[in-house]
T-cell receptor, first 113, second 118 residues
Framework: DTAVSQTPKYLVTQMGNDKSIKCEQN?????MYWYKQDSKKFLKIMFS???????INETVPNRFSPKSPDKAHLNLHINSLELGDSAVYFC????????????FGPGTRLTVL | AQSVTQLGSHVSVSEGALVLLRCNYS??????LFWYVQYPNQGLQLLLK??????LVKGINGFEAEFKKSETSFHLTKPSAHMSDAAEYFC????????????????FGQGTILTVHP
């Protein structure tokens, strides 16, 4: 039973395309996140949703649009992909915002050619 | 705003030796601190966390960390390294504003790659 799952695991696409990454958690958590890990392994938060409401929106290009259809899902749609979008994207979830552990998915490695 | 600095991007130890991974934080409010481990091609797994209870925190796989407010540090240690400890380790601080309200943002350090030699 995977707690936080992401699909696809690998995504290779051409510049200019639009793609989506899906995330699902079966932990009953009310908060979900998207992080980007660049080629130097630096992790940075992109978005956070709490009870389907956007609460963190870091300085991410508006080509990136998160969508939370329900508390168990947080998808990431990316328009007009650029070379610099190549990275590993991690979804995470937690119960609450503060001291609670964030559980990470396995990651989606996006390669833009 | 919070920030985290991990001293040493690479640490190499022999199997059975002490592991010490350094983390210093900056926070204008009492911090919540975390150590995560990432094995190759996997997601992050929590090792331990400090949430203002005991300053010495014990985690999984024999790791522990001590919160030292005076030194703004949260170093990770393990008395005896095992080959399976080879991974990348991330220190993180939970985001809170001046009023103490959390918004769930984790700010990560740059990561430290731990290599364990036989």
């Amino acid at each position: 039973d995977t707690a936080v799952s992401q699909t696809p695991k690998y995504l290779v696409t051409q510049m200019g395309n639009d793609k989506s990454i899906k995330c699902e958690q079966n932990l009953g958590h009310d908060t979900m996140y998207w992080y980007k890990q660049d080629s130097k392994k630096f992790l940075k938060i992109m978005f956070s949703y709490n009870n389907k409401e956007l609460i963190i929106n870091e300085t991410v290009p508006n080509r990136f649009s998160p969508k939370s259809p329900d508390k168990a899902h947080l998808n990431l749609h990316i328009n007009s992909l650029e070379l610099g979008d190549s990275a590993v994207y991690f979804c995470a979830s937690s119960q609450g915002l503060e001291r609670d552990t964030q559980y990470f998915g396995p990651g989606t490695r996006l390669t833009v050619l | 705003a919070q920030s985290v600095t991990q001293l040493g991007s690479h640490v190499s130890v022999s199997e059975g030796a002490l592991v010490l991974l350094r983390c210093n934080y900056s926070s204008s409010v009492p911090p919540y601190l975390f150590w995560y481990v990432q094995y190759p091609n996997q997601g992050l797994q929590l090792l331990l966390k400090y949430t203002s209870a005991a300053t010495l925190v014990k985690g999984i796989n024999g790791f522990e960390a001590e919160f030292k407010k005076s030194e703004t540090s949260f170093h990770l240690t393990k008395p005896s390294a095992h080959m399976s400890d080879a991974a990348e380790y991330f220190c993180a601080v939970s985001g809170r504003n001046a009023g103490g309200t959390s918004y769930g943002k984790l700010t990560f350090g740059q990561g430290t790659i731990l290599t364990v030699h036989p």
